[in-house]
């Protein structure tokens, strides 16, 4: 059900191209698959060892956009962060358009 969500083509059959679609069923697919969730656990637990909320988070972006994070979402980041904990910004990170898209 994932999978179909994105559109990926049928692997049993031969395609040319996949088609192309951006619904709100694939947004919240992103957001709620037990993938993304799985995966957001296992980022959080990597990026544990790396110290403080702040270290963290700068771990996480720059192993998800190989950038350091700029203030701006430094200071938005950390707050949630601390109310939400580090598995949920992993998944946020993960859901963002930066990590899905390449421009």
Known sequence: PF???LD?????QLTAARNVSVTPLQALALLN????LRHSE???ERLKNSGDAKAQIIELYRLAFCRAPTDR???EIIPYAE???????CR???NSSEFLFVD
């Open 33 to 36: 698959d037990t993938f993304v």
């Open 73 to 75: 979402e430094l200071s």
């Open 3 to 5: 999978m179909d969500a």
């Open 83 to 89: 109310k939400y904990g580090l598995i949920n910004v």
């Open 92 to 94: 946020l990170i993960l």
């Open 8 to 12: 990926c083509a049928d692997a049993s």
């Open 42 to 44: 296992v980022l959080a």
